[in-house]
């Protein structure tokens, strides 16, 4: 019986490999088969930057503004840290007669720069910017953070506040790091590359920030040593007295406890001469202050101004007053452009000064290289076309590209005084060889390569020598053993 439906098989087509390319109408001109595709588009690729991993990368640039303040962030992300003053030029022991150094107690935030840090602890001190520039330029040496680990700290009834042992991991300064500080770098360079044993690294200010200190929160096992010149050294832990607790958010320092006045700009006073005695009477010097005075001084009740007693405690209403710490970041900004424009036209007078003058001509060879000697090559003239067109390589700007050059320049230069070393000590025994060969018919010359493979076939030499004619000459133990095999033959012929 038949079907009543005739079966139809129906597969779906299968997928095309490859997308159809545009069908030709009839009214289109039979020119454009034959025409030239359509070139591809082009997609430009971003120029590669260096990775702020890499540590061959130059390109490092500083921060627009590297004292903005951070996000805001939760409280509970601060850290109570401890500045206490632990070396000072007025006094040689801070702590003796049992007193009590300078410190403060300060709640700061976390993600925090190192170069805004540096400015806040200026700030808890009373540091006027402009001093400080002045005690640099005195030579008294800029500052310096150094990163301990392993911290142990002292009896916290006998010395609060003060590290007795640690190791430190890593360094930071914008004034001494020599990877970033302009002026001569072959000093700091050579130091490092002597001290073999140094397991500390140079860290960049505006990149490094307390949290990379304290990744897993307060902990006292690690801590800071903060040299502010050369001669005033202050102590940064993790605080370990009880302080009230704080709810919100914010990116401002908050003061919990302040005690003693100190100037960490001071210097140690010079030794007077004999020729110029020093003043029975001292002139009187105003002390410097950061907060504004006159018309935009804080009003503060009387009580709370600078107490009479410099090791008493300090009111905190004058650091965690609405705009203290935004109003002296302003004035920091203000000293650090002045301090950039002097850098800029000192490093400008310098190459103006080290360029040669157009009309001092280098001195030309008498040598002419246009008429080679040597077939095959072909040297240009002083006075090519060709070379005038050529720019001239520029000197290294960035401090860290000097610092490479320089680097890489002290190692060729060790390596090719070696190498010349290595040189004379084969020339001279080359020397001593031949002023033992004899020129006499004892000397075996081999002037064609049949002769050496004959040599070399029958055992006759065991070393060659060659001169600068081309000529080869047997070595003195081959001429040794052609003595003693002659002597033999000698003895055997008897």
Not at 198 to 211: D, G, I, K, M, Q
């Amino acid at each position: 019986m038949p079907p009543k439906r005739s079966l139809e098989f129906s597969s779906p087509p299968p997928p095309a490999k490859r997308v159809a390319g545009p069908s030709f109408t009839e009214g289109s001109s039979s020119s454009s088969i034959f025409a030239t595709p359509r070139t591809p588009k082009r997609y430009s690729l971003p120029a590669p930057s260096d990775s702020p991993t890499n540590p061959f990368g130059l390109n490092r640039p500083l921060k627009a503004n590297p004292l903005k303040l951070p996000p805001p962030m939760s409280y509970s992300k601060y850290v109570a840290l401890r500045m206490q003053v632990v070396v000072h030029p007025s006094r040689d022991d801070m702590y003796e007669d049992g007193k009590m150094p300078p410190f403060r107690i300060v709640h700061v935030p976390i993600n925090y720069s190192f170069k805004l840090f540096q400015k806040l602890i200026m700030f808890m001190f009373e540091c006027d910017p402009a001093d400080a520039l002045k005690a640099r330029d005195a030579n008294a040496g800029g500052h310096l953070f150094e990163i301990v680990k392993s911290v142990g700290m002292f009896d916290s009834k006998e010395r609060p506040g003060q590290m007795q042992s640690g190791c430190i991991i890593a360094k930071l300064s914008s004034e001494r790091d020599p990877y970033f500080r302009p002026g001569g770098l072959e000093g700091e360079v050579e130091a490092d590359e002597g001290d073999e044993e140094a397991v500390w690294s140079w860290e960049n200010e505006e990149e490094f920030t307390l949290e990379n200190v304290w990744p897993r929160g307060s902990s006292l096992r690690r801590g800071l040593i903060y040299h502010h010149n050369d001669h005033t050294t202050l102590h940064i832990t993790i605080n370990t007295v009880p302080l009230p607790s704080r709810k919100g958010t914010g990116n401002r320092p908050y003061t919990f406890f302040a005690r003693g006045h100190i100037n960490l700009n001071e210097l140690p006073t010079p030794e007077p001469s004999p020729s110029h005695p020093q003043a029975r009477i001292p002139l009187y010097t105003r002390t410097p202050t950061i907060f504004p005075s006159g018309k935009n001084a804080l009003s503060l009740p009387p009580w709370i101004m600078r107490p009479k007693d410099m090791d008493e405690a300090i009111s905190v209403i004058r650091w965690n007053a609405a705009t203290a710490w935004e109003t002296y970041l302003d004035r920091c900004k203000d000293v650090d452009r002045r301090i950039a424009l002097a850098e800029a036209r000192r490093r400008k007078r310098k190459e103006q000064e080290n360029e040669i003058p157009s009309s001092d001509p280098m001195p030309s060879s008498d040598i002419s290289f246009v008429d080679a000697p040597t077939p095959g090559l072909t040297l240009l003239s002083s006075s090519s076309p060709f070379l005038d067109n050529i720019p001239p390589t520029p000197a290294p700007v960035q401090p860290l590209h000097k610092l490479i050059v320089d680097r890489t320049s002290r190692r060729l230069s060790l390596l090719a005084q070696k190498g010349l070393r290595d040189f004379e000590s084969d020339e001279e025994e080359e020397l001593d060889e031949l002023a033992g060969d004899d020129d006499g018919e004892d000397s075996f010359i081999l002037a064609s390569e049949a002769d050496l493979r004959h040599a070399r076939g029958h055992g006759m030499i065991r070393g060659i020598d060659v001169d600068e004619d081309g000529r080869r000459w047997e070595t003195d133990v081959a001429k040794e053993r052609k003595r003693e095999a002659a002597a033999l033959k000698d003895e055997v012929a008897i």
